[in-house]
């Protein structure tokens, strides 16, 4: 699976968008990390005229075989059932979306569960769940490749040029530290977290789970290869959302990054292709352990830091008004030669 995501250098737009903040009628530099929204959001839409069109959110929902090692606070019936409460409207993301005039889609990647046809879902199940990584791969590879370009293919049929991405699955936290581990060498014990709300000893086990399993996997991890990774820690959501980012990146698109195992699917891409980084706004820190390092790893800039660890994207969403913010600066805020100001005398 190949993608080309275009370099959003251009010496000349940087020096064009550079000049057109700085001449708006502030201070230099007043208004912070909009300013480089702004400035980001122009590279990459390569114009100084930039835009926030049908901003979209994908939510894709999948099981875990590793649950099977008692590694989650809830029991895997909670993907399926809040997938149900996706549909019907009543959860955290389905508020914000409404708030934010977000388009909001929702994807079974993989729950085991059969839904049935239902207004509001779209089918993408590679399978009933992966299996448990702890005794095997997670997935086979052309199961992982399927997923991969399954996400690709969702935002290939989206007309608006920003997008983020929700997640729903108990276990993948698992399945996020155990990638996190595996791409980036930092220890077990810090990537590891209570995810859904475990308890210290809970934590404890989940962390003995991860470590054994990644070990088991050695040679895997060794090569590097982040679709191998991908295909023994992984889950089919978290597939299914590297193939969406990465096409997404190839349409030149805006990214929404959320919070941990939406970061975990970019810890893939980018290994796949460092360019992506270019295309993707930090939304927020979770408080899931792990994260804040994930970041760092990226050299990623958080626009928010609220203590959120909820996921389905709603840490994406929250940050989709200061997206707003940054471009309707830069398009409708007055000049100093617009506005007879004068500028900074020294």
């Known amino acids: 699976m190949t993608f080309s995501i275009p370099f959003t250098h251009d010496a000349a737009l940087d020096n064009a968008l550079d000049a057109a903040i700085n001449n708006k009628t502030k201070p230099l ?9 702004a400035k980001q959001i122009g590279l990459i839409q390569q114009t100084t005229q930039v835009s926030i069109k049908d901003p979209a959110l994908i939510v894709f929902a999948s099981d875990h075989g590793v649950v099977a090692e008692n590694i989650s606070a809830f029991p895997q019936s909670v993907t399926w059932q809040m997938v149900e409460n996706f549909l019907a409207g009543g959860a955290a993301i389905n508020v914000f979306a409404r708030q934010n005039k977000c388009a909001l889609h929702i994807v079974d990647a993989g729950v085991k569960h059969d839904f049935g046809v239902r207004d509001g879902l779209l089918d993408r199940k590679v399978a009933h769940g992966t299996r448990n990584f702890a005794q095997g791969p997670a997935m086979t590879a052309e199961q992982c490749a399927d997923a991969m370009q399954r996400g690709a293919d969702l935002v290939a049929g989206l007309s608006g040029n920003v997008i983020g991405f929700g997640e729903m699955g108990i276990g993948n936290t698992t399945s996020a530290a155990a990638l996190m581990h595996a791409i980036t060498k930092i220890p077990v014990a810090e990537c590891v977290g209570a995810g859904t709300g475990l308890a210290p000893s809970g934590v404890q086990h989940k962390q003995k789970v991860v470590e054994a399993a990644v070990a088991f996997h050695t040679p895997v991890i060794s090569t590097g290869e982040p679709m191998d990774i991908l295909a023994t820690f992984g889950g089919f959501e978290i597939a299914m959302i590297a193939g969406a980012m990465l096409a997404a990146a190839e349409r030149r698109m805006v990214i929404l990054i959320d919070g941990f195992i939406i970061t ?3 810890l893939v891409a980018a290994r796949m292709q460092p360019a992506i980084l270019d295309y993707c706004l930090f939304a927020h820190c979770s ?5 804040q390092q994930m970041l760092a790893y990226l050299k990623g800039r958080p626009l928010l830091q609220m203590g959120l660890r909820l996921g389905e994207g709603t840490g ?31």
């Open 264 to 266: 975990s699917a970019l």
């Open 287 to 291: 408080d899931e352990r792990g994260h």
């Open 316 to 346: 994406a969403i929250l940050a989709l008004p200061l997206l707003h913010a940054s471009v309707n600066f830069l398009n409708e805020m007055a000049t100093f030669d617009s506005a007879d100001v004068s500028k900074k005398s020294a």
């Open 29 to 37: 530099g007043s208004l912070g990390m909009l300013e480089s929204l």
